[in-house]
């Protein structure tokens, strides 16, 4: 497979597989083993995973693909994520909390191989910052699963910069670099840009990997009604935004709000979850659009996103 998370392809994108069974999704086999295929012809390589995924079960219907063509895992640099409990008819534990120690770290990861039916995991993460979270501990036994050749690479998902530093400090002594922190960014939720987390990634020289870049599908809701009027109103300014943008590149909201975070300057992946080939379709639209976005359009989202202009 590909040795690392940006030397796959040309592709800024990630197949994201949360939805698939589960939790909403229905997808068989086939269905599951034609969204990855055509994947790799879109030169997405990039598979994000999470063992609780569908309530624990994505890991073992990916692994009945693998099982199935077995010459896909090869095309694949797979990204799956440990650290969150939640009850399952199929785990022992009945109460949601996190758990990084290593015990937990060390028999998810044996499980994600046993499901997914593969001998290593490309780049695992922590899904969660852990209270509890004991750094040389989890240093400890990202080191051990390295040595054992379980993992290749390691980050983190939804971590503050000086949570990342906190574990890096500690995974420096066993020679191991952190190499991305996932997190949350869109048109509708753009924390990540005015915190610091961004700012951080580019400083450290890290991979941003981006989970939910078109807000959840907040994007293609047919009615406000539910929302609140700030989140009503913020839809209403970014759709505008967007299909201004979207209009004149000839291309629909959903390529020009992918585009847009494309445009950062952190070079993030995005992760696009979805059942739909048709999602997946866009990704070469959206990188292209990107590419040729100029600020004024950037930041007109912004504004649309945010309700004002830059101070």
Not at 14 to 29: I, K, Y
Not at 180 to 191: G, R
Request: aromatic share 8%.
């Amino acid at each position: 497979p590909p040795d690392t998370l940006m030397s796959l392809s040309a592709s800024r994108f990630a197949f994201g597989t949360m939805r698939l069974t589960g939790w909403g999704g229905n997808c068989s086999t086939d269905d599951i083993a034609k969204l990855m295929k055509r994947a790799i012809d879109l030169g997405i390589t990039n598979l994000d995973l999470a063992d609780i995924y569908g309530h624990y079960t994505v890991d073992e219907a990916i692994g009945k693909v693998f099982a199935a063509n077995p010459e896909l895992r090869a095309k694949f640099y797979l990204i799956n994520k440990c650290g969150i409990k939640l009850p399952a008819e199929n785990r022992p534990w009945d109460y949601h909390y996190y758990d990084t120690s290593a015990a937990h770290i060390a028999s998810s990861v044996d499980r994600m191989l046993q499901d997914l039916h593969v001998d290593y995991i490309d780049l695992l993460l922590i899904h969660r910052p852990d209270q509890l979270m004991d750094p040389e501990e989890i240093a400890a036994s990202f080191a051990q699963l390295q040595k054992d050749g379980k993992v290749k690479e390691f980050g983190v998902s939804n971590f503050s910069p000086i949570q990342f530093d906190l574990l890096q400090a500690s995974m420096t002594k066993v020679g191991i670099k952190l190499i991305t922190n996932q997190v949350e960014l869109s048109v509708f939720n753009t924390s990540v840009m005015f915190d610091g987390t961004l700012d951080h990634a580019m400083l450290h020289g890290l991979h941003t990997t981006i989970w939910s870049p078109l807000g959840g599908g907040q994007l293609f809701k047919e009615s406000t009604e539910g929302m609140s009027k700030e989140a009503a109103d913020q839809l209403t300014r970014v759709r505008a935004a967007l299909k201004k943008i979207g209009d004149a590149a000839g291309v629909g909201i959903d390529i020009a709000a992918l585009a847009w975070v494309l445009r950062h300057p952190c070079k993030p992946i995005l992760v696009l979850g979805t059942s739909k080939p048709a999602r997946l379709d866009a990704a070469p639209a959206a990188q292209k659009l990107s590419e040729s976005m100029s600020r004024e359009d950037w930041f007109r989202v912004l504004e649309a996103s945010k309700g004002a202009e830059v101070p």
